[in-house]
């Protein structure tokens, strides 16, 4: 029997066919931008996701959820959000959505970070505070979540 692998990348997956399938189905309505520029929004939120990534392993902490986490990461892209890597694959539905050119295809888009906080953020968050006390809170106080 086939089990679900409980990963952000699997959820940005099912999302993007998801948005896939919306777009052929139920094509709302177009959206007038060029293509180009999905390509671009895609290609940054693949650059904000990796550069995060490449922290992750260079401090030598780990990437994967529901992991203890052995460093408080505060530089690089997490100075401005708390989460680039899950910030950085709804840009990819994002840039995605763009190019199918439907509005239909948005909604996986929207809907991606509000699955993402409620299956990871939330722990990730109770797991930093448990870790690293006050130094975690107070980066969470003052650091953007998306």
């Known amino acids: 029997m086939l089990r679900f692998v ?17 777009d052929r189905a139920l094509p709302v309505a ?4 060029p293509d180009w520029i999905g ?3 895609c290609g940054a939120g693949l650059a ?6 490449v922290l992750f392993l260079a401090r030598r902490t780990p990437v994967e959820p529901r992991h203890e986490p ?11 959000n708390r989460n680039p890597i899950y910030t950085g694959m709804t840009m990819v539905l994002l840039g995605l959505a763009i190019i ?6 948005f909604i996986p ?13 939330r722990d990730e968050e109770r797991a930093l505070a448990a870790a690293f006390g006050t130094r975690a809170e107070e980066y969470l106080a003052r650091t953007r979540r998306w």
């Open 6 to 22: 409980d990963i952000p990348p699997v959820w940005m997956l099912a999302f993007g066919l998801a948005a896939v399938l919306l």
């Open 30 to 33: 177009s959206v007038a931008v």
């Open 39 to 41: 390509w671009i929004v």
């Open 48 to 53: 904000w996701a990796l550069a995060a990534g």
């Open 70 to 80: 052995q460093v408080l990461l505060v530089e690089g892209p997490f100075r401005w």
């Open 100 to 105: 199918l050119g439907s509005v239909s295809a």
């Open 109 to 121: 888009a929207i809907a991606f970070p509000f699955l993402i906080t409620w299956r990871f953020v």
